[in-house]
């Protein structure tokens, strides 16, 4: 595979330990938070698991769009939508059976509970060092809730992420935003820093 394509195979590892720790199966529904590089990533793993309904979440529609390309059954736009009322309704009423946040928000940990059905699991896959606000352990005993954290992979996670993305079962086309030579990393910090919502992933490349 390009150089720069084989940059996103740590990132996928990642996202596949978290899941193997979440233990999505078949059937189960499951919404992402989140629509970057690991939300993609997360919504195509749960989708290849055979969960159903997928439900992307983001306030990008660039990036809703790429997540309805990898077969998101439903895709919400956080920024015009309640959230919470769209996944009750993909779930016919009864929330979601997991619910992992790719966007690190302490924020959103309240809504991804309360959108979760009795019994359900949250993945906290992005991470903040922020306390999250208002929090309360009630909802965890009144719906009998798991929590999971996952910390980065194993080396059992590559190989497997290597045969997803070569054997185009996880589509990462579009994820390399730009690729900049080692002699402009600072111009590629900046444009990071100045349009952050339009940029998946930047590459640094050798010079040729």
């Known amino acids: 595979m390009p150089l720069a394509v084989a940059t996103l195979i740590e990132t996928l590892a990642t996202v596949r330990h978290a899941q193997e720790r979440a233990r999505i199966v078949p059937d189960e529904s499951v919404v992402v938070l989140g629509q970057g590089v690991a939300g993609l990533l997360h919504t195509q793993l749960a989708k290849l698991s055979g969960a159903c309904p997928v439900v992307a979440v983001s306030r990008s529609p660039w990036k809703l769009e790429l997540a309805r390309r990898r077969h998101a059954d439903r895709v919400v736009n956080s920024t015009h939508e309640d959230v919470v009322s769209a996944v009750r309704e993909a779930t016919a009423g009864r929330g979601a059976d997991v619910v992992v946040d790719a966007a690190g928000d302490p924020a959103l940990i309240a809504p991804a509970i309360e959108m979760l059905a009795p019994g359900g699991r949250l993945l906290v896959y992005g991470i903040s060092h922020r ?26 996670d590559f190989a497997p992420a290597i045969d997803l993305v070569a054997s185009g079962a996880v589509d990462v086309d579009g994820f390399i935003t730009a690729s900049y030579p080692l002699d402009r990393v ?14 998946l992933r930047l590459v640094i490349v050798p010079r040729e």
Not at 131 to 156: C, Q
Not at 186 to 199: G, K, L, N, T
């Open 131 to 156: 306390p999250v606000p208002d929090f309360t352990t009630f909802p965890l005993y009144f719906k009998e809730l798991t929590l999971y954290g996952s910390r980065a992979l194993t080396p059992g």
């Open 186 to 199: 600072a111009a590629a910090f900046e444009e990071y820093e100045r349009s952050a919502d339009s940029v």
